[in-house]
C-alpha cells in the first residue's frame, strides 16, 4: 500500500531513502507493517511519503537521495521506562542479592532505593547528566531516539527538581528526545520512616510547582509494600488528574496490589512490570488503554521466575511495550536490544511484539502515538537503519548490533 502526502510544492522533498525494506510497525494485517521493496520521502521533518519503491510517481524530486541498499529501516527506537539520572554506585548490592538477599530484604536493611538518594542529592544537574552519559550514549548506539527519564533518588522537592532540569538537560545535550516522568512516590526516604503519609503530603505538595516549571510530562508511583499502598498512591493520582498530567504506575512488580486496576481507574498511559497482573487486572487494563511496560532486564538481573500474564494481555488487546528500566539496583541495563531478545526468550513475545513494545507500542507508552513510533505520512522522521536481513534478527542476536545510522527528523545523526 502505497501512502502520498498532500501536494505542497511541485515534487520536491528533502530526502529519499530508496533500497531499503520499510519496517513500518503499522497495523495493517502484514507482519511488521513490512514493505520488502520499499522507499521513504522526508520534508520538514517528517515523513511525506511511505510505500513501494515502484509505485514512486515519476518526476517525484528529493535534494537528497539516499541508496539504502537492501537494509532494513524501522521507527527510531523507544525505550519508554528508564532511572538512567542518579548518583552514587549500588554494585555491592547486587553481591548481596547474589548471596541470597530479596529486593525486600535489601530494601528493609536500608538499601535499595534510598540508597541511591544520598549520591543524587549531592550532584548538580550537570554533574548528573555527566556521570549518566555512557549509559545515555551506549542506549542511543542501538538506535534509541526517544527516552523516558524518571526522577525518583531526590525525594525531597529541590533534589527532585534537579533530577527534572537534568533530564532536560540531556534532550540539550544529546541527540534524543527526552519525555520526564516525575516519580516523587518511588520510596520513603529514610528521614520519613514511619510516616509515609506524611510525606505523600509532601509529594503533592511538589507537584504544582514542578509542573508549572514545564519540567514534568507524566506522573509516576511506585504501588508495592516496599513501595506505597494502593490508597496513598490514589492520593498522587488525584493530585495528577486535578494537575491534568498524565499517570503511570509501578505495579504488580512484587505482589498482586490490584496495581492494574488502580491504573485502569485513573486511565493512566501504563501499568510498568505487572509480574503479578491477575487476569481481571488484564482486562481492566484493556478497557482502559492502559499499556503493560514489560521489563524483562529487571527480571533476568533479579532472578524473578514471575512472568507478566501476557496470555491475558493478548487477549484484552492491552498494547506491550518493552523498556530496559536502567536503574542501579534492579536493571542496570542500557541495551534495549537486549530487551528484544528478552522479551521473546523470557516472556513468550513474538519478534513482531517485542519489537512493536519498543516503536509503536512504546510510543503509546509515552503519549506520542500521534507524532512517533511507526513509518507513516506525517510522522517524525527519526528512522533506525539496520544491517539485517529482517526485522526478526534485531531480537535475535544476543551482543550484535547491527545499526547502520540513525535519522532525527530526517537528518543524519553523528
Not at 18 to 31: E, F
Not at 32 to 50: F, K, N, T
Not at 169 to 179: G, M, S
Request: aromatic share 6%; charged share 25%; proline share 5%.
Amino acid at each position: 500500500s502505497t501512502e502520498k502526502a498532500e501536494p505542497t510544492q511541485p515534487s520536491m522533498w528533502d530526502t529519499l531513502f530508496v533500497n531499503c525494506k520499510l519496517a513500518t510497525m503499522t497495523s495493517k494485517g502484514v507482519p511488521y507493517g513490512l514493505i520488502e521493496h520499499g522507499a521513504l520521502a522526508v520534508s520538514d521533518g517528517r515523513i511525506a511519503w511511505v510505500g513501494e519503491q515502484k509505485d514512486l510517481e515519476p518526476g517525484m524530486e528529493a535534494g537528497t537521495v539516499r541508496d539504502l541498499g537492501g537494509m532494513l529501516v524501522t521507527p527510531g527506537l523507544i525505550d519508554c521506562h528508564t532511572h538512567v539520572l542518579f548518583g552514587g554506585d549500588r554494585a555491592g548490592e547486587w553481591e548481596l542479592k547474589l548471596k541470597g538477599a530479596t529486593y525486600e530484604e535489601v530494601a528493609k536493611a536500608g538499601g535499595g532505593i534510598v540508597n541511591s538518594i544520598a549520591g543524587t542529592r549531592a550532584l548538580s544537574p550537570e554533574e548528573l547528566v555527566e556521570s549518566a552519559a555512557k549509559r545515555i550514549e551506549a542506549m542511543l548506539a542501538q538506535g534509541v531516539t526517544t527516552i523516558d527519564i524518571k526522577s525518583g533518588y531526590g525525594l525531597e522537592e529541590e533534589s527532585e527538581r534537579k533530577m527534572l532540569q537534568a533530564a532536560r538537560l540531556v534532550q540539550e545535550r544529546f541527540p534524543v528526545k527526552v519525555h520526564t516522568t516525575f516519580l516523587g512516590a518511588h520510596a520513603l526516604p529514610r528521614e520519613y520512616t514511619g510516616r509515609a503519609d506524611e510525606y505523600i503530603d509532601e509529594v503533592i505538595k511538589m507537584m504544582p510547582s514542578l509542573a508549572s516549571e514545564g519540567l514534568v510530562d507524566a506522573v509516576d508511583a511506585f504501588c508495592e509494600t516496599v513501595g506505597f499502598t494502593y490508597e496513598q498512591t490514589e492520593r498522587v493520582f488525584a493530585k495528577a488528574r486535578e494537575l491534568k498530567l498524565p499517570i503511570r504506575l509501578h505495579g504488580d512488580q512484587l505482589h498482586d496490589g490490584s496495581g492494574a486496576a488502580l491504573a485502569a481507574k485513573f486511565e493512566a498511559r501504563t501499568c510498568d512490570h505487572c509480574e503479578y497482573t491477575s487476569e481481571e487486572g488484564a482486562k481492566a487494563m484493556g478497557a482502559a488503554g492502559t499499556v503493560a511496560v514489560l521489563i524483562p532486564a529487571g527480571n533476568y538481573f533479579m532472578k524473578e521466575t514471575k512472568r507478566p500474564p501476557v496470555d491475558a494481555f493478548r487477549a484484552a488487546r492491552v498494547p506491550m511495550a518493552l523498556a530496559t528500566n536502567c536503574n542501579p539496583g534492579s536493571s542496570p541495563c542500557c541495551s534495549l536490544l537486549l530487551c528484544l531478545n528478552m522479551g521473546c526468550t523470557l516472556f513468550g513475545l513474538t519478534p513482531e511484539e517485542a519489537l512493536l513494545g519498543v516503536t509503536r507500542s512504546a510510543a503509546l507508552a509515552l503519549g506520542l502515538g500521534d507524532s512517533h513510533g511507526t513509518l507513516e505520512v506525517g510522522k517524525i522522521a527519526d528512522l533506525a537503519v539496520w544491517d539485517a536481513k529482517g526485522p526478526y534478527e534485531l531480537a535475535y542476536y544476543m551482543g550484535l548490533n547491527p545499526l547502520s545510522a540513525v535519522y532525527r527528523s530526517g537528518v543524519l545523526r553523528r
